[in-house]
T-cell receptor
Framework: GENVEQHPSTLSVQEGDSAVIKCTYSDSASNYFPWYKQELGKRPQLIIDIRSNVGEKKDQRIAVTLNKTAKHFSLHITETQPEDSAVYFC????????????FGSGTRLLVRP | GAVVSQHPSWVICKSGTSVKIECRSL??????MFWYRQFPKQSLMLMAT?????????EQGVEKDKFLINHASLTLSTLTVTSAHPEDSSFYIC??????????FGPGTRLTVT
C-alpha cells in the first residue's frame, strides 16, 4: 500500500522567512496530494491541494510543487506569520482506493515573532 | 464545503465498556465516510472506509470486531469501540467524502479510557 514520508518533523523559522516541508510517496498510482494544517485538538484544515496533472499550484503565501517522476511534493509558505504555527500534514490518495487519505507523519512549524 | 459533526466531542469510559461515536453529515449525503485515529503528537491513521449500506473496509492491523462501524444512512456513520482499554484512548476523527477528491472532517472525539 501507499506510504508517505514527511520531513522535517519540526521546523522553526523567524517571522517573515519562508518554510518548506517535503513529502515523498511510494505508490505511483497516487494522483491527489492535499496539505492540511492542524491546530491542537482541532480537525485538520485543508490549506492547499494538487492533482497529478499539475506541477505547481499557488494560493497567496502558500504554494505546492509536485514532481511525479521523483514521487515527491513540497509545501512552501512565504512571509511566515506567528499564526502559521501549527502542525502540517501532507497526504496522498488515489481513485482505486476510494481516495482514502494516507498521511505523512506531520511537521510542527513554529514561527518566532 | 460540507458540514460534518461528531458526537460526543469527548467521552470518558471505564475499561471494558463500549462507547459509540456518531458522525453526521449535516448538509450533504455521504456514500463514503472514513474513520481516522490520532494518538497524541502523531499523525492521522486511517482505520476504515465506511460505505453506506455495506460493510466497512478496514485497514490492515485494525480489529474489525473491536471497532464496529455502521453506515446505515447517507448522513450517519457510527464507530463503536467495544471492550475499550486504556490503549484505545485517542482522538477519533471521521471524514465525509465530498466530490471526487475532497474530504470534509468532523471536529473529532477525544476518548479517554480509565
Amino acid at each position: 500500500g501507499e506510504n508517505v514520508e514527511q520531513h522535517p518533523s519540526t521546523l522553526s523559522v523567524q517571522e517573515g522567512d519562508s518554510a518548506v516541508i517535503k513529502c515523498t510517496y511510494s505508490d505511483s498510482a497516487s494522483n491527489y496530494f492535499p496539505w492540511y494544517k492542524q491546530e491542537l485538538g482541532k480537525r485538520p484544515q485543508l490549506i492547499i491541494d494538487i492533482r497529478s496533472n499539475v506541477g505547481e499550484k499557488k494560493d497567496q503565501r502558500i504554494a505546492v510543487t509536485l514532481n511525479k517522476t521523483a514521487k515527491h511534493f513540497s509545501l512552501h509558505i512565504t512571509e511566515t506569520q506567528p499564526e502559521d504555527s501549527a502542525v502540517y500534514f501532507c497526504a496522498a490518495s488515489q481513485r482505486d482506493s476510494s481516495y482514502k487519505l494516507i498521511f505523512g507523519s506531520g511537521t510542527r512549524l513554529l514561527v518566532r515573532p | 464545503g460540507a458540514v460534518v459533526s461528531q458526537h460526543p466531542s469527548w467521552v470518558i469510559c471505564k475499561s471494558g465498556t463500549s462507547v459509540k461515536i456518531e458522525c453526521r453529515s449535516l448538509d450533504f449525503q455521504a456514500t463514503t465516510m472514513f474513520w481516522y485515529r490520532q494518538f497524541p503528537k502523531q499523525s492521522l491513521m486511517l482505520m476504515a472506509t465506511s460505505n453506506e449500506g455495506s460493510k466497512a473496509t478496514y485497514e490492515q492491523g485494525v480489529e474489525k470486531d473491536k471497532f464496529l462501524i455502521n453506515h446505515a444512512s447517507l448522513t450517519l456513520s457510527t464507530l463503536t469501540v467495544t471492550s475499550a482499554h486504556p490503549e484505545d484512548s485517542s482522538f477519533y476523527i471521521c471524514s465525509q467524502k465530498g466530490g471526487l477528491y475532497e474530504q470534509y472532517f468532523g471536529p473529532g472525539t477525544r476518548l479517554t479510557v480509565t
